[in-house]
């Protein structure tokens, strides 16, 4: 499978009252990590999204799993991958660790939407193209 790594440093401003990273930015960490790890495997989504006719890839459903707190000041690992494939959905995992230590892990999953042909006012799945799943599917 093909992973994508890359360092978040944890700002002040990313804390709650308690010291310790507010869980709201870790939604935003996974969106972030969504489109780097579309980028690293050459499939930037400004680009992509155009080429096939798509508004996004928007998340349908969230499982996070908070193990281990993360306070001001530490450099988190971010590892990010897909781990499965659909017909028009996919589910990414994102894991954070600090050290060795695994503190958040998360799975998303979102789906390859453009607008409905019959209504372009409405979204609509469609399938995902092959070029997109053999990118994001291989070791590199």
Known sequence: MFVNEREIAVEWGHCDPAGIVF???YLAWFDDCTSALFN???L????????H?????PLVDLKVRFLASSTFNDKLRA??????WK???????????????LGVEG?????????DPQNPERLKSRPI???VIERLSPTR
């Open 129 to 131: 193209p092959a070029e």
């Open 79 to 84: 590892r990010s991958s897909v781990v499965e």
């Open 40 to 42: 690293a495997a050459g």
């Open 53 to 57: 006719g798509i508004v996004g890839v």
């Open 107 to 115: 799975v998303e999953t979102r789906v390859w939407t453009g607008h």
């Open 44 to 51: 930037p989504t400004h680009i992509l999204f155009k080429a």
């Open 87 to 101: 017909k028009s959905s996919f589910r990414i995992q994102h894991q954070f660790y600090k050290g060795e230590v």
């Open 23 to 25: 869980y709201p930015n």
